[in-house]
């Protein structure tokens, strides 16, 4: 799965868990929000909306019944009571019932009481429902007290000009509650009032006292009213409800203080939501991305690893060097990351290596070249001196050491760029399958023609089967005559050289060169493939620039084989030379 599938797949997860989250929510917010109407409405009219409520919150547990005690309160509060009656009209359970009310009822009877057909000194509400199978029918009776007040208030009141005047307990009893009475003609308009408050509403149109009647919560204020018909005036008792100012509506009503504070719980719980899975998407997605930009910025000033935490372990790694999961979704990101850190850390110190080796190449040739070239100087003055005369034989020596000179300049500059070139790292140009036994044959013989070797003085033996490599033959021959001159020239007259070739387990190749010299010491030996380990002189000089060995060291390593000495003084050098061998083609045929 790619980085896009990745990220996609991830959004998707995220989203569908906070839709998942939020629809949790506004369940849950709805729930309580109907739950907070149905109290209302259940307060305000608790002989239809409370009813339902109870039958709604009914646990039967065997024979037993269990009514919710909010409600049953409420039917306290209320100054009523509460009856059960099953199929026979009987009383199963009761609350709050006064002495006098009946514990059975027949069918015309309750139908009687319950429509007020015949008297009964409660109003009654009758709910019938069924709930798990069981049909359960609630009685619930109550006494209006306010109405009883009313009506004495009434009756010991009078009115004089906009006031009323009333006995002082009736006076306590209204203040006590911080109730008020008022007086209105056929038309709503006051016409006089007591110890109402300066806000209260004064005129009632026929929809304003009706409202007000059934909705009290609404008004803040609950209201009793009773017409005259003789008079044509009404009179109104207020109370204010619990926890509002006597006389002024509250801010919000009921239901849509419920729906006001429901939609807010949803709103926070959302805004919540959203900062938690925001904090938690920023650290999943965000935290791998800034780890990646501080990465670019180590790139850019020349540090070239991944940012590591106090233990220099990679921040996107655990102490196991497993990849944590927050960097999971990223994985092809940060590993194209570290490829380039390990990329661009290789070629800065290749380009170190490089200058390097250009500045030793520089320093190499100056001092190199500053030795001939001093000769050749001289020599050069002594000529185009005028004070002196050169015989015709001196010329020609002069001339024949400054050629020779000039060579050997020449012969170092090539030595000098081939050991470069290898140390850098560049390989043959073309390499070709040969047949090493053959190789090493046809260069000992162009070897052998050197004017200062003695004939018979290389000595060669070949494996008993083919052994293949692939090698650059011009290299090669250079690896020959190297060695070869290190034996002869270096050791006394009557040196000979043995030279052989071998396979070992048919996977390696390996060239001997041995020779019965002097042999080395130990420090000569360490150093024999160092620059210039020998003497120099200018006028008479050994035979090579003195890169010869550090050449052949170079070229074997290039041919990706190695190189060991083994020596003493008095017994002679051997010098092993190992390849990887290679398997021929079936249609080889020879070097």
Same mark, same amino acid.
């Given at each position: 799965m790619n980085i896009k599938s990745r990220i996609a797949l991830h959004l998707i997860m995220w989203l569908v868990l906070v839709g998942l989250i939020l629809f949790v929510l506004a369940g849950f917010t709805l729930y309580w929000t109907l739950e907070e109407i149905s109290k209302v409405q259940s307060s305000r009219q608790f002989e239809s909306v409370g009813l339902q409520r109870l039958i709604q919150t009914i646990e039967v547990e065997g024979e037993d019944v269990h009514f919710d005690p909010e409600l049953l309160e409420k039917v306290r509060d209320s100054g009523g009571w509460l009856q059960r009656i099953d199929e026979k009209g009987y009383v199963t359970d009761a609350f709050f019932t006064p002495p006098e009310v009946p514990s059975y009822y027949g069918p015309g009877q309750l139908t009687a009481y319950w429509l007020r057909k015949s008297p009964f000194p409660y109003q009654l509400s009758l709910w019938i429902q069924e709930k798990d199978g069981v049909v359960h029918t609630l009685l619930y009776g109550m !006494?209006?007290?306010?109405?009883?007040?009313?009506?004495?208030?009434?009756?010991?009141?009078?009115? *004089?000009?906009?006031?009323?005047?009333?006995?002082? @307990?009736?006076?306590?009893?209204?203040?006590?509650?911080? /109730?008020?009475?008022?007086?209105?003609?056929?038309?709503?308009?006051?016409?006089? @009032?007591?110890?109402?408050?300066?806000?209260?509403?004064?005129?009632?149109?026929?929809?304003?006292?009706?409202?007000?009647?059934?909705?009290?919560?609404?008004?803040?204020?609950?209201?009793? @009213?009773?017409?005259?018909? *003789?008079? /044509?005036? !009404?009179?109104?008792? @207020?109370y204010p409800l619990p926890g509002t100012t006597p006389g002024e509506e509250p801010l919000l009503k009921p239901e849509s203080k419920a729906l006001f504070i429901g939609m807010g719980m949803l709103l926070l719980s959302a805004m919540l939501v959203f900062g938690i899975v925001s904090y938690f998407f920023g650290q999943r997605f965000g935290a791998p991305i800034v780890h990646v930009l501080?990465?670019?910025?180590?790139l850019r000033g020349g540090k070239y690893e991944?940012?590591?935490?106090?233990?220099?372990?990679?921040?996107?790694q655990d102490k196991r060097g497993k990849r944590k999961r927050k960097y999971r979704i990223y994985q092809d990101v940060i590993d194209s990351m570290d490829s380039l850190s390990q990329t661009l850390n290789r070629n800065e110190k290749l380009r170190h290596e490089t200058e390097q080796l250009r500045n030793e190449w520089i320093a190499g040739v100056s001092h190199d070249l500053k030795t001939p070239l001093s000769s050749v100087k001289g020599y050069a003055h002594l000529l185009g001196n005028a004070e002196y005369t050169w015989t015709t034989e001196e010329v020609h020596t002069f001339a024949k050491i400054i050629l020779d000179k000039s060579a050997y300049m020449e012969d170092l500059i090539n030595d000098l760029a081939l050991t470069y070139r290898l140390r850098n790292g560049q390989g043959a140009p073309t390499v070709e399958l040969v047949d090493l036994n053959v190789c090493t044959a046809e260069a000992i013989t162009e070897a052998a023609k050197h004017p200062l070797y003695p004939e018979g003085c290389i000595q060669f033996t070949p494996s008993a089967e083919p052994v293949y490599m692939l090698v650059y033959k011009p290299w090669f021959q250079r690896i020959v005559d190297n060695l070869v001159a290190n034996a002869l020239i270096h050791n006394e007259s009557g040196t000979i050289v043995s030279i052989s070739v071998q396979a070992v387990e048919s996977s390696t190749a390996v060239l001997i060169f041995s020779d019965n010299g002097s042999g080395m010491d130990e420090e000569t030996a360490d150093r024999l493939f160092e620059r210039y380990y020998r003497g120099t002189d200018t006028e008479s000089r050994t035979e090579g620039s003195g890169l010869g060995m550090v050449i052949t060291k170079a070229l074997v390593e290039a041919f990706g084989g190695s190189i060991e000495v083994k020596t003493a003084v008095g017994q002679g050098t051997t010098i092993s030379i190992a390849w990887e061998a290679e398997q021929p083609p079936r249609s080889y045929i020879g070097c």
């Open positions: !006494t209006n007290r306010d109405d009883d007040f009313l009506q004495q208030v009434i009756e010991e009141a009078e009115q *004089k000009n906009n006031e009323i005047m009333l006995p002082p @307990s009736i006076q306590n009893q209204l203040k006590r509650k911080a /109730g008020w009475v008022q007086l209105l003609d056929s038309k709503g308009a006051e016409l006089a @009032s007591f110890n109402k408050p300066a806000k209260a509403i004064k005129d009632f149109s026929v929809e304003e006292l009706a409202l007000r009647s059934i909705y009290p919560d609404r008004y803040g204020a609950t209201i009793v @009213s009773h017409y005259d018909q *003789k008079s /044509g005036q !009404t009179w109104v008792l @207020s501080r990465w670019l910025t180590f991944e940012p590591a935490n106090a233990d220099g372990v990679p921040l996107s």
